[in-house]
């Protein structure tokens, strides 16, 4: 955060100051939990639905605390405690941010990069922090803190050194990324694809699409969007655009689309292949540059247009193409459950990806598996299963969303595909229905079940793909195939 006087952060949140000198300066980090909080901090004591922070403000304060932000005044023996007391905690974290951020833009040079889409937000921000902070300081969630709560504590770590804030934006209804934006204004704003993964959620993909785009809207003159020029969607943002925004592409096809123009910049990702590892590759190349050969060091095929928005932030930021080039070839998966890749002690292959599942990653993720098992000249092939769980928040889509599932599951020969929980069941469904023989598939109830299948038939050299969203907790289970420490 940026430097600011008690009284300073008063004015900024439109409160009043009670029990600290005005005039101190407030120079550590900013929590909302107050387990977290260290010397100096600022605690955030956000109203919940079961809680209300203000009841841990002493427990804060006894931890370090130098301020409380609260709707009320908190008292430790009659005596008023450090606070600024605001009508809403969670809506005064979000200004107390919009002032650090303008603070510093005013006083340095701070690019801030913000990123949504229905697939790969995390994925994009993990590329672009390793690409970025090997040419400055750069600030960026170790988390998917993406919502309200979780952008302002991400911008907040910013101080006077940062010079890249790369934050991840999600949106769970139309208006989320625009009340995001009206605090932290981005400087470049990336859009990966719209699909249908919150259809659910938002009602219809046309809604999702608007909900989207509001993270280009607000952008002004001098700033960058970064644009999917494969998905039409998000390649019609580009009408929503104000003037003097620059648009710099990314694309994986052999030949661009009819809407970037013959002067448009354009990152462009061609004769993408993936090795009998998983790895992709593929000839990345930039504005103005010379084509380079890129093997990432990432595992699945769909990773390719991840690595090529992260090379569009990268270049849009400075970096040059031999850094860009390096850090995709070496840089692998910063965040757990995310296409982690991990030998187990019994020989088995995991591929534990079972942090998040919508219709498009869970095909990404099949393919990749199918693509490992089938060998190629130096390696032989290996029996891939498939362990997959309901992909949530899919609405009236949910039971044709899963059944295409399963339906792919037999045309990709995965050999035997255990389909966990009631509803997922429609994957185990299609999959019967589509050809699958034997015992090929096959459907339970619980994950516990599904580990005692596949401690009775894995065998060393098998690959597992564990696949779901997140709270069908699947990424547990894989952890324990794996023999991950700690596995829950």
Not at 401 to 422: C, K, P
């Amino acid at each position: 955060m940026k430097r600011l006087t008690a009284a300073e952060i008063a004015t900024a949140l439109s409160g009043e100051l009670y029990g600290i000198d005005p005039e101190t300066p407030l120079t550590a980090g900013v929590v909302t939990d107050s387990r977290e909080v260290g010397p100096g901090d600022i605690y955030v004591a956000r109203r919940g639905e079961s809680f209300d922070g203000i009841e841990f403000a002493a427990a804060a304060v006894e931890a370090g605390a130098a301020l409380i932000i609260g709707e009320s005044v908190p008292t430790l023996h009659d005596e008023p405690l450090p606070v600024v007391v605001v009508a809403d905690a969670t809506e005064a974290l979000g200004q107390l941010a919009k002032h650090s951020i303008e603070g510093l833009r005013a006083d340095g040079e701070l690019t801030v990069i913000a990123i949504t889409g229905s697939v790969g937000k995390t994925t994009v921000k993990d590329l672009a922090a390793d690409l970025l902070s090997g040419e400055a300081e750069t600030v960026w969630p170790p988390n998917s803190y993406n919502n309200e709560v979780g952008v302002p504590l991400t911008a907040l770590r910013a101080v006077e050194s940062t010079r890249f804030l790369v934050l991840e934006m999600g949106a769970r209804s139309i208006g989320n990324l625009a009340y995001l934006t009206s605090l932290i204004r981005p400087d470049i704003a990336v859009e990966l694809a719209v699909g249908p993964a919150h259809s659910g959620v938002f009602g219809s993909i046309e809604n999702t699409t608007r909900a989207k785009a509001e993270l280009v809207e607000p952008l002004t003159a001098g700033s960058t969007a970064v644009l999917n020029a494969d998905d039409t969607r998000v390649s019609a943002m580009r009408e929503v655009l104000a003037p003097d925004v620059s648009t710099l592409w990314f694309s994986q096809r052999e030949s661009l689309p009819e809407w970037v123009g013959e002067d448009d910049r354009v990152v462009r990702g061609t004769s993408v292949s993936t090795d009998s590892s998983g790895h992709p590759t593929f000839t990345l190349t930039l504005p103005g540059e010379e084509p380079r050969d890129v093997r990432l060091a990432l595992i699945g095929e769909h990773h390719v247009g991840n690595a090529l928005a992260a090379a569009a932030i990268a270049h849009a930021c400075g970096v040059t193409t031999k850094s860009i080039v390096t850090t995709l070839s070496t840089s692998s998966a910063a965040s757990r459950w995310r296409m982690e890749l991990i030998d187990s002690p019994s020989g088995v292959t995991v591929l534990n990806d079972a942090y998040n599942a919508n219709p498009e990653s869970m095909r990404a993720s099949l393919k990749t598996l199918a693509s490992m098992g089938r060998g190629d000249e130096e390696t032989s092939p290996r029996r891939t299963f498939a362990v997959l769980g309901e992909m949530l928040e899919l609405g009236d889509e949910s039971v044709s969303a899963h059944s295409a599932i399963g339906e792919l599951v037999v045309r990709l020969n995965i050999t035997r595909t255990i389909v966990v929980g009631e509803g997922a069941k429609p994957i185990f469904n299609a999959a019967n229905l589509e050809g699958s023989w034997g015992n090929e598939a096959a459907w339970v109830a619980t994950a516990s079940e599904a580990k005692d299948l596949l401690n009775a038939e894995l065998a060393p050299g098998d690959i597992v793909l564990f696949k779901s969203s997140r709270d069908a907790g699947l990424r547990y289970l894989g952890d324990e195939i794996a023999g991950v420490s700690g596995a829950q």
